[in-house]
């Protein structure tokens, strides 16, 4: 599936997968994101491989339960189950802010246009999406607004810190009382 | 009144360029309707019975003249000539095309309105107390907490894509009139024993199905704190929150399933994780936001008008509006003023285009240039100087807003129900226009006194039929339409929930049933008893013993 990362279209060199034969197999995939349950279950056998990680974690799979682990992996993705689900976006924000996570945050599953820009100011730094086409116009949503009101992890300056900088230069107008300040 | 700055300005414009850009892509079939609904309804955009419905934000329920002008504009212009107040300080007009919604949206802007989250499953426009500002009673004015809620809850990329609706409501005065215990979050001003005024959390309120009144998770909340704490109740909430059933996804049934001292603990715990971080807010940038709300400049007026006393002396019409829809000023002088939107006869909360015109025109010529949004769906003028309250009601009179019955049985909270909305098992409108002729004769009003009675066309119980004092709830038997009554509801600082009196009633009954417990409490009350009392003292049983004798015919 066509890929977005740090906001180019690239080749995804990573191994998602729920389905394999036994562990061993997973060697040979190269950089491999495997589910919850199949690390909780084989973990050690994994780690012994000694290959490149990632962890995929469902909606509700909150990354508290994998936190002493979360640096072994280089990639953690969440899954929009459905576009309307918006757990991952908390799980992202904790990823981030909580547990330090400083790997690839991908989102997978339903990632549509319309709530990429959610996803970024939430940390995630990459994308997969259905189609080239859609990932083509997914990219044109990063530029609909120029500065948000809540502080987040796209590193922009807000919207109030803005505004206290223009207060603190001299260029912000003083508030005018009361519905008079109305008179155009 | 907050302004925009170059800020806001941008924002709301991106925002309608974004949404023009997002309804081309739905006409030409790039958008499915399943991925267009999420973002039309953050738009405040519904597509109900007949048409679309957009739903428009009057945040804290304060306009401008020249705002209240423009949502005129647009009844004529976009719709068909009227628009319809909500009990969340929102107006709805029923009528707009699609194509058109863009520059409607482009209209709001001009004037520093906008339609955002009005609607969907997310943080919904912040309602706050109608008199903020004004009342005698406040602690400190809830619009400027209300506003940087706002501004917060925009488009706020965690909480976009919650369980279910999230419904905020404040209150800066021991009174509450923004029903917040009926709220996902109420928030109740007090001050602590060094006078620091900070807020009561109430967390978990909420009508439809499952009525149940918010719990306190944290009996004071200092107020730099504010935005660190809803964030961490959102957070808790967007993780925990149901998402398989649509009817168990409001944070109450969160609340309810894992008990509130745990739920608080959860709350506190994600808290201290985040609190003194960037959410908190400087003392300065509060103080910046609450210079907008600065009191206008009134004039040393005395308290005793004589010109006013003579008025009601020669008038017993405006007398009886004067009891019932003019409130107390918190400067002397000045009065404030509730102008009915429930004509007897008439549809709750609605407006034409020429009285919002009228209106504009009032609030400029005898007060500030102000108007507030009540949740009881009803217009107030909140500084006008005793001395012109005559004149203000002649003129209210000739266009149609001089009922006199705010607070009193024919001041009737009403859905659209059936003649408009998808949702509804049965019709609302008709019921309270037919209940409110009953009552259309002003001696006998005002001798009911103070009585509220709401009526939801279905269980959504969007006209708070469960928190008044007669409830009456629209049901579908069998594709007819019943109608259930709920007694004993209470919506202010004392909030309860009533109980459902018996049996339903139909279309042709209900008007007689309301008549009937308004008689049981006239034989029944004390002295100067408002209904809700005797029903307290007396119960359900002589009321239900008079609805369901056996000579009432049903």
């Known amino acids: 599936m066509p890929l977005i990362k740090h906001g180019k279209l690239v080749e995804d060199t990573w191994h998602d997968t729920d389905d394999f034969a036994d562990v061993q197999a997973l060697a040979a995939l190269g950089p491999v994101i495997v589910n919850l349950a199949v690390w909780r279950q084989h973990r050690d056998a994994i780690l012994a491989l000694g290959g490149t990680l990632g962890l995929r974690l469902a909606p509700g799979q909150t990354p508290d339960i994998v936190a002493a682990d979360l640096h072994r992996f280089s990639l953690i993705a969440l899954e929009f189950a459905r576009f309307t689900d918006g757990r991952a976006y908390s799980q992202a924000r904790l990823l981030r802010q909580r547990h330090g996570f400083k790997g690839e945050l991908r989102a997978v599953g339903e990632v549509l246009r319309d709530q990429l820009t959610f996803m970024l100011r939430c940390g995630f730094d990459s994308f997969s999406v259905d189609t080239k086409r859609q990932a083509e116009s997914i990219l044109d949503a990063v530029a609909e607004f120029a500065h948000w009101y809540q502080p987040a992890l796209d590193g922009a300056a807000t919207i109030p810190a803005l505004r206290r900088r223009a207060v603190d230069r001299g260029e912000a107008a003083a508030p005018a009382g009361c519905a008079a300040n109305w008179a155009y | ?554």
């Open chain 2, 1 to 554: 009144m907050y302004r925009y700055d170059e800020f806001d300005h941008a924002f709301v414009t991106e925002r309608v360029a974004q949404f023009r850009a997002q309804v081309a892509r739905r006409v030409s079939g790039e958008l499915s309707e399943d991925e267009f609904k999420p973002l039309r309804l953050m738009n405040g955009l519904y597509l109900q019975l007949h048409a679309y419905m957009l739903r428009v934000a009057i945040p804290y329920g304060t306009l401008s003249a020249l705002q209240l002008r423009k949502l005129a504009h647009i009844a004529r212009s976009y719709d068909r000539g009227y628009g319809h107040f909500t009990t969340r300080q929102n107006i709805q007009y029923n009528w707009p095309k699609l194509g058109e919604v863009p520059d409607i949206l482009a209209e709001l802007g001009e004037v520093e309105m906008h339609a955002i989250q009005t609607s969907g499953n997310c943080i919904r426009n912040t309602t706050a107390d109608p008199l903020a500002g004004v009342a005698a009673d406040e602690i400190d004015d809830p619009r400027v907490y209300a506003e940087i809620i706002r501004q917060w809850s925009t488009l706020h990329p965690e909480f976009s894509f919650l369980p279910r609706k999230f419904k905020i409501a404040v209150t800066g005065a021991p009174n509450d009139r923004a029903v917040t215990r009926g709220h996902d979050i109420g928030l109740r001003m007090h001050r602590d024993d060094t006078g620091t005024p900070g807020f009561e959390v109430m967390v978990g309120g909420g009508q439809g199905r499952t009525p149940i009144m918010a719990k306190t998770i944290r009996s004071f909340l200092p107020v730099d704190h504010l935005l660190s704490y809803l964030e961490a109740i959102l957070r808790v909430y967007n993780q925990l929150g149901r998402r398989d059933n649509i009817y168990k996804a409001r944070i109450k049934i969160l609340v309810q399933g894992v008990g509130v001292e745990a739920f608080a603990e959860m709350v506190e715990a994600e808290w201290r994780h985040i609190r003194d971080g960037a959410l908190d807010l400087p003392a300065a940038e509060r103080d910046r936001i609450a210079a907008y709300f600065a009191p206008p400049p009134y004039e040393d007026l005395s308290a005793d008008c004589p010109a006013l006393d003579g008025a009601i002396d020669a008038d017993a019409r405006f007398a009886a509006w004067v009891e019932s829809n003019v409130h107390p000023h918190k400067r002397a002088g000045y009065a404030i003023a509730t102008i009915s939107l429930k004509p007897h006869g008439g549809i709750p909360g609605d407006a034409s285009a020429a009285q919002m015109d009228a209106v504009a025109d009032l609030s400029e010529e005898y007060g500030f240039g102000e108007i507030r949004i009540s949740y009881k769906q009803n217009l107030i003028l909140p500084d006008i100087p005793k001395a012109d309250l005559h004149a203000l009601w002649l003129a209210l009179d000739s266009w149609g807003l001089a009922t006199a019955n705010a607070g009193r049985i024919s001041d009737i909270i009403a859905c659209p129900g059936l003649d408009y909305c998808n949702l509804a098992n049965a019709r609302s409108i008709p019921i309270a226009q037919r209940i409110s002729e009953r009552f259309a004769d002003l001696a006998r009003e005002r001798a009911v006194g103070d009585l509220s009675l709401n009526i939801s066309g279905c269980i959504n119980a969007c006209a708070h039929h469960h928190v008044a004092n007669i409830g009456i709830l629209g049901v579908d038997k069998k594709g007819t339409e019943f109608y259930q009554i709920t007694l004993g509801g209470v919506a202010d600082e004392n909030a309860a929930v009533g109980a459902i009196i018996g049996p339903a009633f139909d279309e042709m009954q209900i008007a007689d049933a309301v008549e009937t417990i308004v008689d049981v409490y006239l034989q029944q009350r004390e002295t100067d008893e408002p209904f809700i009392d005797t029903y307290q003292r007396i119960g359900p049983g002589p009321f239900k013993e008079k609805l369901y004798a056996p000579d009432q015919a049903r």
